[in-house]
């Protein structure tokens, strides 16, 4: 069953707000206008996004930062407690938390996410994440499986977790990785429905679970929008269900293309933190999720939004971006900012007027 | 290096402090099937959370439950994982604090310290964690979850609690080897809210339990059977604290009404004519291998489980149950948790007539 929230509403393009549970956001720079992940903060941006029409707001789930001088990421707040408190203080937006499956029990795991969706009335969804970086992974004291393993964990993880969402319960479960007894948990999620599932898989393995067991998948753009088309294609025929397709992005946005390529450099080229991006690139490498060759050529890529496409420019410019990844296939971004409490409201101002314009977005905000 | 104290409603001037106790679960502690019986819908969570912070209680206990005790309601069935509904009161609050219960076995450390430390930046510095060692075997089952033989949850507890305590106060990426735990290069931030922890509390009632708590915690939490020699067992409790300021504190459930008589009817129609007898029988089976209450002491007072799942009764009009406050004060207990059958219907006689005996009494201001 599709619950009514911003999620499902009729815009054709849907916009989140990335990242801003974590120090920094996506930015690997030194600039001192750069994102504090305060509570409060957390709070006004949500809650501004909100207000503007955003239909969702998606957290990261980091457990250690980058290290460099900035350790960007290094202060994050958990993403489900988070994603609670943030349904708790809006009425519209739709929250997901990130879980790195092997990191929590799926049954501890469903019953937090439906006190979240509770709380919000439904408007929870779950990012679930079956990979990491070795770093954090270390830390936790896992063992780390083989790369395509992963998703076979994951793929028992989701099964516990919609069972005991949907039922029948109560159940047993003997699996390779779960041996789970007289399994039940109440309440069910909120109003007869489950929490939207997404996951942002870029691998093989990756896509193919996220065809066949999520409701939205998202995906890194690596390369033109020709291709683009194609792989969102590719993905929605695998799937072979109405799966949505969204794209992670970093926008900086000024009134002309020169301001915005001028902001970008000074925050990347001249105040970027170089030491962050080493450290990255070497976990990356580790993790085998994007592959080595491209990684250094996207190293701006990497400093101004940690990998995420870049959408630089004037309103036109960036609207006009939106307009090609629609025509693409995509069905929206989550999209981070230097500062999303300062830069936030210039482009609620001017892109989203745009991109109505352009038939992408209603002009004022549409609740289901 | 440990960290300071906090102060916040837990550390006020009150002598008897009070909370609520298991908002968060079906039927709260009562084995019921009064109609009035507690619905924990979010809605109904967050107003006895408002209603609570706005008399000046000084706190919220959930209880972290996994399955009910069956019968007729399955009392406690229906749950909210306690850090993520903490998280979200302390939202949708100012001043109380509200606690999350952890069953350790359940949760990484590195995981739960930062959930905890997202609650307690939501609750700027309100929130405050109750860590369980065992549980209920069914329970620890249904994660599949090996319910370690009962001393040596302790072993494991001190791990965890080291660990968690560690994230929470290091600068510096650390290692940690133990029995249980092998991490490498831990470090997590943000840190606690303000520079301080949040407050631990544990309920243990073992021996090895109350030793863990009086090594670890800031407020014990204890099961008051019979309350003839509580003064004698709340000053050893407190002499295996060694010096450390500790609070103890009791859960109970209250039944407050304009009389003795109508408390006792009252009492007498949720316990007799509309208990969950059953489900007492199941509650009781469950525990027999728990080893943290005593289960034939409780089995005698079977009511008392169909009234409040084995806490403490205050029953009877205002004054008297500011009177039974006042002697378990006096007695040298710092507070109690308590049940209501209904929170948000029995809230408003509580603070209009049992509050204003207790500040006459001395035990609040």
Not at chain 1, 141 to 156: I, Q, S, V
Not at chain 1, 177 to 190: H, S, T
Not at chain 1, 339 to 351: K, R, T
Request: some cysteine.
């Amino acid at each position: 069953m599709i619950r009514n929230t911003r999620m499902s509403n009729a815009n054709r393009y849907k916009l989140g707000l990335f990242g801003f549970n974590c120090s920094s956001g996506l930015a690997m720079t030194k600039v001192p206008e750069r994102w504090d992940a305060s509570w409060e903060n957390c709070i006004a941006a949500a809650r501004l996004a909100e207000a503007v029409g955003f239909e969702f707001a998606l957290p990261v789930a980091r457990w250690q930062g980058y290290g460099g001088e900035t350790d960007s990421e290094g202060s994050a707040f958990e993403t489900l407690a988070w994603a609670t408190g943030i349904l708790g203080a809006t009425e519209q937006l739709v929250a997901f938390g990130t879980l790195h499956v092997p990191l929590i029990h799926p049954i501890f795991a469903a019953k937090v996410c439906v006190t979240a969706d509770h709380i919000g009335q439904g408007r929870f969804g779950l990012n679930v994440v079956s990979g990491w970086n070795a770093g954090e992974f270390e830390m936790f004291g896992l063992p780390l499986r083989e790369h395509d393993e992963r998703y076979a964990f994951t793929e028992e993880w989701v099964a516990i977790l919609k069972q005991l969402w949907e039922g029948p319960t109560p159940f047993d479960f003997k699996g390779r990785y779960f041996d789970l007894k007289g399994v039940r948990g109440d309440p069910k999620p909120w109003g007869g429905s489950r929490p939207l599932l997404m996951s942002a898989g870029s691998s093989k393995a990756g896509r193919a679970f996220a065809v066949k067991h999520v409701d939205c998948l998202f995906m890194t753009i690596v390369v033109d929008f020709d291709r683009l088309g194609a792989e969102v294609a590719a993905m929605r025929a695998a799937a072979g269900r109405t799966i949505g397709v969204y794209a992670s992005g970093h926008v900086v946005c000024r009134p002309s293309q020169k301001e915005a390529q001028d902001y970008h450099h000074y925050f990347v080229h001249e105040m970027g933190d170089w030491a962050a991006f080493e450290a990255t690139v070497k976990g990356r490498e580790q993790q085998h999720s994007t592959p080595k060759e491209q990684l250094r050529p996207l190293a701006a890529r990497l400093m101004g939004g940690l990998g995420t496409f870049p959408i630089i420019g004037s309103p036109d410019h960036v609207a006009g971006l939106f307009k090609r990844m629609h025509d693409a296939g995509l069905e929206g971004s989550a999209i981070g900012f230097v500062n999303y409490l300062d830069e936030l409201p210039y482009f609620a101002a001017e892109v989203l007027p745009r991109m109505a314009r352009l038939g992408l977005r209603a002009p004022a905000p549409v609740a289901a | 290096m440990t960290a300071p104290r906090r102060h916040n409603r837990m550390t006020n001037a009150n002598r008897f402090k009070l909370g609520l106790f298991a908002t968060n679960c079906s039927g709260g502690l009562c084995l019921t099937k009064a109609p009035e019986r507690w619905d924990p819908s979010w809605a109904n969570n967050r107003k006895a959370a408002q209603m609570a912070d706005a008399a000046g209680l000084e706190f919220l206990l959930p209880i972290a439950r996994w399955k009910g005790y069956g019968g007729e309601t399955d009392t406690e069935g229906a749950s909210f994982e306690t850090l993520n509904w903490a998280s979200a009161i302390l939202a949708a609050t100012e001043n109380i604090v509200a606690f999350g219960t952890v069953h350790v076995p359940m949760i990484h450390p590195i995981f739960a310290a930062k959930q905890i430390v997202t609650a307690d930046h939501v609750g700027e510095g309100r929130f405050g964690l109750n860590v369980v060692s065992g549980g209920n075997a069914p329970e620890f089952r249904m994660f599949g979850v090996e319910l370690l033989e009962h001393d040596a949850r302790y072993v494991f507890s001190e791990e965890w609690l080291q660990i968690a305590k560690q994230v929470w106060e290091s600068d510096q990426p650390f290692d940690f080897k133990g029995k249980f735990f092998d991490l490498k290069g831990v470090i997590s931030k943000p840190k606690p809210w303000g520079g301080s922890r949040p407050l631990l509390m544990s309920a243990g009632s073992s021996k090895a339990g109350r030793a863990f708590a009086s090594r670890h915690a800031d407020c014990l939490f204890m099961a008051i059977i019979k309350d003839d020699n509580l003064a004698a067992e709340l000053k050893s409790l407190r002499a295996e604290a060694g010096g450390r300021d500790v609070g103890v504190y009791a859960s109970g459930h209250m039944v407050c009404r304009a009389t003795q008589k109508e408390a006792e009817e009252y009492y007498h129609y949720v316990v007799y004519e509309m208990g969950d007898w059953a489900g007492a029988e199941q509650l009781l089976e469950v525990r027999v291998n728990q080893q943290s209450l005593p289960v034939e002491e409780l089995k005698k007072v079977k009511e008392r489980v169909v009234s409040g799942t084995g806490t403490f009764p205050v029953i009877g009009s205002a004054d008297q149950c500011a009177q039974t406050f006042k002697r378990l004060c006096d007695a040298g207990l710092d507070g109690m948790a308590l049940g209501l059958v209904n929170y948000i219907d029995e809230l408003p006689f509580i603070q209009a007539e049992l509050l204003p005996r207790m500040r006459r009494l001395g035990l609040r201001a």
